[in-house]
């Protein structure tokens, strides 16, 4: 992901620095469990002076790979480097013990998933706010008139605050996706070059992944399995969604001709460099645009599973490239949409005046069932109504005004149950209890 979209504390998590802090601490608490377990020679004394003396420079080790062409191995020599450079002339060196049994991918993925639990903890903090946010603004919002629209089109009057309250739950859906992802990433690997544990005691995966919160898989091959990445990917990929999913609403609610609720227009903000007018929904537009770059990234992932055999490194030149893009795109997007909804200008009366425009069809569906009350076949009720709607849509008339007029609806409904229809609480009457049942 490039830097514009890049936060510092995510960029970090996936910065070759962390990595390589990461692959450092594996590889020393691998050797601080061998020693613990007394099996192989390595002593507590020379963990110790690995713990105190590993080291590496970034640098050295892009230096090296050149070279190897081996991301590990350059690694590991850097290290050992550190490792041993004041050890006495002629004493044994502990650099030895360093990597013993293990294979590339071992600390590799280990690492990975370690990275990912990282970058999963900032991301549900994202959406945990995200999701607080909508709240507020669903209370704030609660009693707004709105006309609820379906296709496109007027349907019947709503809340503005149920909007921002089913997004709240969309959101706590997709943080509980994340969080089951989280846990079904955080888990490492030390069993050696096809997951047998041939050269090193599966007591040593139990005791680094305790010390990293990392649990170890029950079975590997030579990598994790790669179901848990793309698990981790499509629950971003979701939760992208979600996002684009507001994002489009606000873009929608923005358009000059409705213009319910716009995006906060910073002062000194420019919207076009040809139209000083303009007053563009551009960040909401990013969201959507950048949504689509990690439902992509979920592809890709789903892609990831199959490999040949017990390993091969197809999946690893995508997964340099979508794993921390999707989180940083994730982690951009939800503080981006965070500030927009804490701060997004919302227009009450010009919702009013919209609900208003048609003349009245919004209570179309209160006049079908009014009818249907009073004894009447629906079919025979709907054809009434339908046809002074259609008198609205095609020549402008009143609903209203045509309703009143209409012998068939007139014969069952007197002048006060006719204006009791067109009474907007009715349709709002349970907005209380569903704030209640969904904990709002």
């Not at 514009?4 to 960029?11: A, D, H, N, S």
């Not at 608490?29 to 110790?48: M, P, R, T, V, Y």
């Not at 002339?89 to 590339?104: A, L």
């Not at 005791?207 to 990598?223: E, S, W």
């Amino acid at each position: 992901m490039i830097d514009r979209y890049t936060r510092p504390e995510m960029g970090h998590i996936f910065s070759l620095e962390n990595k390589y802090a990461i692959w450092q601490e594996i590889e020393v608490l691998a050797c601080e469990a061998q020693a613990e377990l007394g099996k192989i020679g390595i002593s507590k004394d020379e963990a110790q002076w690995i713990r105190d003396h590993a080291n590496f420079e970034k640098a050295k080790v892009d230096e090296i790979e050149e070279v190897t062409r081996h991301d590990v191995i350059a690694f590991l020599t850097n290290m050992k480097e550190y490792i041993d450079a004041d050890v006495p002339e002629g004493e044994p060196k502990p650099s030895r013990w360093v990597h013993y049994g293990m294979t590339s991918s071992d600390l590799g993925d280990t690492a990975l998933c370690y990275q990912l639990t990282q970058a999963c903890d900032l991301i549900i903090e994202d959406v945990k706010k995200l999701g607080e946010i909508c709240k507020r603004r669903a209370f704030e919002e609660r009693n707004t008139l709105c006309a609820g629209r379906t296709h496109g089109i007027h349907a019947e009057p709503m809340t503005f605050g149920m909007k921002f309250g089913s997004w709240a739950w969309e959101l706590k859906r997709d943080l509980d996706r994340l969080e089951d992802a989280r846990k079904n990433v955080a888990f490492g690997a030390i069993s050696g070059a096809v997951g047998t544990y041939s050269n090193i005691d599966p007591k040593i995966e139990q005791m680094v992944g305790k010390k990293l919160g990392l649990t170890p898989v029950r079975l590997a091959t030579q990598v994790i399995q790669r179901d848990r990445h793309a698990e981790f990917v499509t629950s971003i990929a979701i939760c992208s969604s979600t996002l684009e999913k507001i994002a489009t609403e606000v873009r929608n609610l923005q358009r000059t001709d409705i213009r319910e609720a716009e995006e906060y227009f910073s002062p000194g903000q420019k919207g076009s460099s040809a139209m000083p007018h303009k007053r563009n929904p551009i960040n909401c537009e990013r969201i959507s645009g950048m949504a689509r770059l990690n439902r992509g990234n979920a592809v890709a992932a789903l892609e990831d599973i199959t490999l040949w055999h017990e390993r091969d490194i197809s999946h690893s030149s995508v997964e340099r490239v979508i794993l921390p893009d999707s989180s940083i795109n994730l982690d951009y997007c939800t503080q981006k949409l965070t500030d927009i909804i804490d701060k997004l200008l919302v227009y009450p009366d010009k919702m009013l005046h919209d609900m208003n425009r048609t003349g009245g069809l919004i209570y179309s569906q209160r006049i079908l069932l009014s009818v249907v009350d009073k004894g009447v076949l629906r079919e025979d009720a709907y054809k009434w109504v339908q046809r002074n709607a259609m008198k609205r849509w095609m020549e402008g008339q009143d609903f209203r005004t045509s309703v009143e007029q209409d012998p068939d609806i007139t014969k069952y409904l007197t002048k006060e149950e006719i204006d009791d229809c067109f009474d907007y609480k009715y349709f709002l009457r349970h907005v209380d209890m569903i704030f209640e049942r969904f904990g709002l």
